[in-house]
């Protein structure tokens, strides 16, 4: 990943908006451009758009949405700002926290009316953090299903994706570092150059690359990156060159309960409505309402790595409406026990210190944790478990940008036609591991992207396509 010199290169093409990235952040981007007017091409390095939206459980908050009065939750962008600072103990920057929480409602709703994609409000529980029932999800409630959905819309729009398609370098001015265009590597090795009037980098955070962990996130170093492999932080590498400024890069999203050996998420809603962790000695060791980024850590401290999510029959049929624990049953990661010591022999755990444990949950008032069993109902036979690890899900830290989702440079001063959005920009959750509020993720994806796409649009407003036959001279447009 580089950056070369612009001056004296010609592009055979010209587009006035290039995205690099086909997750949901680079598709919104795509979206709201093309509704602008603007001529727009998506570059993404897989063969099939992916990304680690696909990868997701889907679930995208928002407050103030008509999906949610339909459901009759009352809810506004100041709360949802307020339990996104909270989490992030006041340390995401408050502009960026206003305009995602600000812009998320119309966002989905624009998603909704102009391109077809359906929402549902999850209200059957709140996840760690959240004040109100604000999760959307498409239907299908998978991440795979609103990847399919955003690129049903992206062609229906006409949006040209180019798949087999690796950015590998991005041609600046060299004193303004204005963008001209990139160079994309082909599967065989073949390089081509397309020229830009406009560059929205949606091309994800670091998660992928063990070197950059290790140095902006150690203590995520031996976990699992259970994130999209392509995400290689291509973003933030090409922004140190271009001396733009990068944030918050020791913040991530982790996760405390992924089954092991199987690697399929357990949706964390099993501890909220009464689910317990506890380690290989049978004994709880944490909060588990503290939420399920900064349990990763936790669940890696203890002894080999991991730990047992214990719960009963009655959450077991809350977590089949998800389509990741369903898979786990038909994988035997989730282990049925009619008894508390057939329990403490499917799972090998010691049964006087199992039972303490369980007991626990019958507690009413805050324990030694600080938390309180008392609104949930304490677990009782038949009992399930399922063994999980900690892992890392995708980086929160990255590109400083404003409100407009431009990328800034260390004087807050904008590059000249940079736009960063998802998890290629800083995010809302502050530097640290703990300050990730569940749906931080795709919020700044969709929401930002959308913002991206718009700004762009106006930055190249007038512009269109050029073609340069033979090369010779840079195509310029306007
Ligand atoms: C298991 C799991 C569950 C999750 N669940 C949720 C959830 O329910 N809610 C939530 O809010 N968040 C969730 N997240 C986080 C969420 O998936 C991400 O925050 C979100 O998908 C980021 O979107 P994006 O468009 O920025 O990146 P991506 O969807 O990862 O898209 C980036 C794309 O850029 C491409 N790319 C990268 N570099 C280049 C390059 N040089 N050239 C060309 N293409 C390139 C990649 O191939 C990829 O397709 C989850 C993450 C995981 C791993």
């Known amino acids: 990943m580089t950056i070369l010199a612009s001056e004296g290169v010609s592009f055979p093409i010209t587009l006035p908006i290039v995205i690099i990235g086909s997750g949901a952040c680079g598709l919104t981007a795509a979206l709201a451009a093309k509704d602008a007017g603007a001529e727009v091409l998506v570059l993404e390095r897989d063969p099939v758009p992916s990304g680690s939206t696909a990868l997701s459980s889907g679930l995208i908050p928002a407050a103030g949405t008509r999906f949610q009065t339909s459901v009759k939750v009352e809810d506004t962008p100041a709360i949802f700002a307020e339990d996104i600072q909270a989490k992030a103990g006041g340390d995401a920057e408050q502009a960026i926290v206003d305009c995602v929480t600000e812009n998320a409602g119309p966002c989905l709703e624009w998603l909704a009316d102009r391109h077809d994609l359906e929402w549902v409000v999850l209200d059957d529980f709140l996840y760690p953090g959240h004040s109100r029932y604000r999760m959307h999800a498409v239907p299908e409630k998978t991440g795979s299903a609103l990847i399919g959905r955003l690129i049903a819309a992206a ?3 006409g949006v040209d994706i180019m798949t087999d398609a690796l950015v590998t370098a991005l041609y600046a001015e060299s004193n ?22 406009a560059l929205i980098l949606a091309c994800n955070g670091y998660g992928g690359n063990a070197e950059m962990i290790r140095k902006y996130i150690p203590e995520m170093a031996g976990a699992d990156y259970f994130g999209h492999t392509g995400n290689q932080g ?4 090409w922004g140190h060159e271009l001396g733009a400024a990068t944030h918050h890069l020791s913040a991530c999203q982790g996760h405390g309960s992924v089954a092991t050996p199987h690697g399929i998420l357990i949706t964390w809603a099993l501890m909220m ?20 980024s900064e349990q990763a850590v936790d669940v890696l401290k203890q002894p080999e790595g991991v730990a047992w999510n214990i719960f009963d029959e009655r959450l077991h049929y809350l977590g089949m409406a998800f389509e990741d624990y369903q898979n786990a049953v038909l994988q035997d990661a989730v282990r049925k026990a ?22 626990e949950t019958a507690g009413g008032s805050t324990d030694r944790f600080g938390r309180n069993f008392a609104a949930t109902k304490p677990l009782e036979p038949p009992y399930r478990a399922v063994k999980v690890t900690g892992t890392l899900f995708h980086t929160q830290g990255g590109l400083r ?22 998890g290629a920009a800083c995010g809302v959750s502050g530097p640290r591991i703990n300050g990730y509020l569940s749906g931080n993720g ?8 959308r913002i991206a796409g718009q700004r762009a649009a106006e930055l190249v407003a007038g512009h269109s396509l050029k073609l340069v036959m033979g090369g010779g001279r840079r195509s310029t447009l306007g």
Do not use: M, W
């Not at 291509?234 to 590498?237: M, N, P, R, S």
């Not at 317990?276 to 399920?292: D, K, P, T, W």
């Open 155 to 157: 062609q229906t729009a």
């Open 176 to 197: 303004t570092a204005r963008i001209c265009g990139l160079q994309i590597t082909r599967p065989d090795g073949t390089k081509e150059d397309i020229g830009c009037e």
């Open 234 to 237: 291509d973003a933030v590498i």
């Open 273 to 292: 409505e009464g689910g317990i962790q506890v380690n290989l000695a049978g004994e709880r060791f944490s909060n588990e309402h503290q939420g399920y």
């Open 338 to 359: 009619d008894s508390l010591e057939d329990l403490a022999a499917v799972t090998g755990l010691p049964l006087d210190a199992l039972g303490k444990s369980i007991a």
């Open 401 to 422: 940008i404003n409100d407009d989702a431009r990328v800034l440079h260390e004087d807050a001063s904008p590059l000249p036609n940079l736009f960063a959005g998802g």
């Open 442 to 449: 795709l919020l700044t994806a969709v929401t930002l992207g």
